[in-house]
């Protein structure tokens, strides 16, 4: 059994672990059934790509690079990480 999806397009996240720890960025693609979100300017990968016309030059491009969604947590409106989407009940 696998937990639900919390993260959806758009959403802004801050990512808690490895070497882009800190960082924050806007979801720009979600894989649920991965469980990968891609968040904009983190874990860039440079992808080379060949001329497609005759007398065009090739091109480096940075790409970001999907990361596991347990790896980053939501951002709120006062601009700190959240841990939940709810509020909770109070008693």
Do not use: C, W, Y
């Amino acid at each position: 059994m696998s937990t639900k999806f919390q993260l959806k397009t758009g959403d802004v996240v801050i990512v808690t672990t490895g070497k882009e720890k800190g960082k924050q960025g806007k979801v720009l693609q979600a894989f649920p059934r991965l469980n990968r979100v891609v968040v904009e300017g983190v874990r860039l990968s440079k992808r080379h790509l060949r001329t497609r016309k005759e007398g065009e030059k090739g091109q480096i491009v940075e790409v970001s690079m999907p990361i596991h969604a347990s790896n980053v947590m939501p951002v709120g409106a006062s601009g700190k990480a959240i841990r939940h989407n709810k509020a909770r009940a109070t008693k």
